[in-house]
């Protein structure tokens, strides 16, 4: 039973430049949610997608879009990178509506702005 | 606006010992509080979760224990190993409304638990 993946794992860009990160979430699940985490911060919300549509969306500029695909996989797009989107970015997976049922999380992709 | 918060940034504990990692929250209407572990270079693993009508979960060794009229939680984990030493994530939801299933989460508390 495989969980959720997450790929590349590791990722340098240069600032401008534009960057697409994927997820493929947990056997059975359906929906999707990305995560940004900064050094020594918590992850921090940045969206949710569930039949394939974006359900909510923190506070994060429309510079990050995303996609969910119809077997559930996501995609996290960055345009106009700044040297602040340098960070660990986090997808988690989940059936349905959730209702007490926990997100599962993949490795994460660690992008870095140069 | 940090609406989860983990105040102690470590804690070392010994071998053998009690370890309470502990969460203070602000937001009334969330529901479902959970605990993740994270080890360095993975991703934050599920540990244990409470729903807001429990005060107590019990897992194995790890034990979670929610005052709703404190606005706080606490992850007790008796007895502590060394494998425990990661970095502890309170998080915490709403199961319903605008922000539904969107996760809050601390900054994290790193354990080390040493011989």
């Known amino acids: 039973d495989a969980g959720v993946t997450q790929s590349p794992t590791h990722l340098i860009k240069t600032r401008g430049q534009q960057v697409t990160l994927r997820c493929s979430p947990k056997?059975?699940?359906?929906?999707v949610s990305w995560y940004q985490q900064a050094l020594g911060q918590g992850p921090q919300f940045i969206f949710q997608y569930y039949e394939e549509e974006e359900r909510q969306r923190g506070n994060f500029p429309d510079r990050f879009s995303g996609h969910q695909f119809p077997n559930y996989s996501s995609e996290l797009n960055v345009n106009a990178l700044l040297l602040g989107d340098s960070a660990l970015y986090l997808c988690?997976?989940?059936?349905?509506?959730?209702?007490?049922?926990?997100?599962?999380f993949g490795d994460g992709t660690r992008l870095s702005i140069l | 606006d940090q609406q989860v918060k983990q105040n102690s940034p470590s804690l070392s504990v010994q071998e053998g010992r009690i370890s309470i990692l502990n969460c203070d929250y602000t937001?009334?209407?969330?529901?479902?509080f959970l605990w993740y572990k994270k080890y360095p270079a993975e991703g934050p693993t599920f540990l244990i979760s409470?729903?807001?009508?429990?005060d107590k979960n019990e897992d194995g060794r790890f034990t979670v224990f929610l005052n709703k009229s404190a606005k706080h939680l606490s992850l007790h984990i008796v007895p502590s190993q060394p494998g425990d030493s990661a970095v502890y994530f309170c998080?915490?939801?709403?199961?319903?409304?605008?922000?539904?299933?969107?996760?809050?989460f601390g900054r994290g508390t790193q354990l080390t638990v040493w011989p």
């Open positions: 056997s059975g699940h359906d929906t």
């Open positions: 988690a997976s989940s059936k349905g509506q959730l209702f007490g049922q926990p997100q599962h």
């Open positions: 409470i729903s807001s009508i429990k």
């Open positions: 998080a915490a939801r709403a199961d319903r409304g605008s922000t539904l299933g969107r996760l809050y």
């Open positions: 937001n009334s209407m969330f529901d479902y």
